[in-house]
């Protein structure tokens, strides 16, 4: 069964350090996502992307995060300048009428 | 903006049926989800609904919507240990694209 798979499951990094997070969609999807659980909060929309674009995005998606198709398979999240708050379970996710979650990477700002 | 509320947490014994409820505030809810997130991993989609729908059953699994209440529930029908995990409803306002809306997620603890 095709499933969504991110990598890598936890990273650990230093306040104001780039990192980037990783997602391989399922194939034939053309609707992708970013979502986010602070630890202890609910699971929060961060960003949609169809088409090579940007469809919808939240006001936690602001100038630090971008987004990228860099090639035929892979959907990354960038964080340019990480900080504490960032700290998190980051879901990658796929699909239209249903959207099919990946494993999640837990960020750890420190 | 949309409010989609769950209780924390239920306890049931195995071979019983659990219910796991949700509420959301915006009446235009097209889709209605049920997730389920085992520790250390994901969300998997258990089932969803369409607004247009009252009732949908899968297995051992019915949901109901009550769209006058905005009211949504799980039902597992004979709980087995490996139920045991953390539900979360979501909803999505198509008019207002794809996005999701969760609950908090209902920990359900089912014992021997």
């Known amino acids: 069964e095709p499933e969504v798979t991110q990598t890598p499951s936890h990273q650990v990094t230093q306040m104001g350090q780039e990192v980037i997070l990783r997602c391989v969609p399922i194939?034939?999807?053309?609707?992708f996502y970013w979502y986010r659980q602070i630890l202890g909060q609910k699971v929060e929309f961060l960003v949609s992307?169809?088409?090579?674009?940007?469809?919808?995005k939240s006001e936690i998606f602001d100038d630090q995060f971008s987004v990228e198709r860099p090639d035929g398979s892979n959907f990354t999240l960038k964080i340019r300048s990480t900080k504490l708050e960032d700290s998190a379970m980051y879901f990658c996710?796929?699909?239209?009428?249903?959207?099919?979650f990946g494993p999640g990477t837990r960020l750890l700002v420190l | 903006g949309e409010d989609v509320e769950q209780s924390l947490f239920l306890s049931v014994r195995e071979g019983d049926s659990s219910v796991i409820n949700c509420t959301y505030t915006?009446?235009?809810?097209?889709?209605l989800y049920w997730y389920k997130q085992e520790p250390g991993a994901g969300l998997q989609l258990l089932t969803y609904?369409?607004?247009?729908?009252d009732m949908k059953q899968d297995q051992r699994l019915t949901v109901l919507l009550n769209k006058k209440d905005k009211h949504l529930s799980l039902r597992i029908a004979d709980t087995q240990t490996g139920d045991s995990a953390i539900y979360f409803c979501?909803?999505?306002?198509?008019?207002?694209?794809?996005?999701?809306?969760f609950g908090g997620g209902t920990r359900v603890l089912v014992k021997p």
């Open positions: 609904i369409f607004s247009n729908m």
């Open positions: 992307f169809y088409n090579n674009e940007i469809s919808e």
């Open positions: 915006d009446s235009s809810s097209t889709y």
């Open positions: 194939s034939n999807h053309l609707y």
């Open positions: 979501a909803d999505r306002i198509k008019a207002a694209g794809n996005k999701l809306t």
């Open positions: 996710a796929s699909g239209e009428e249903t959207q099919y």
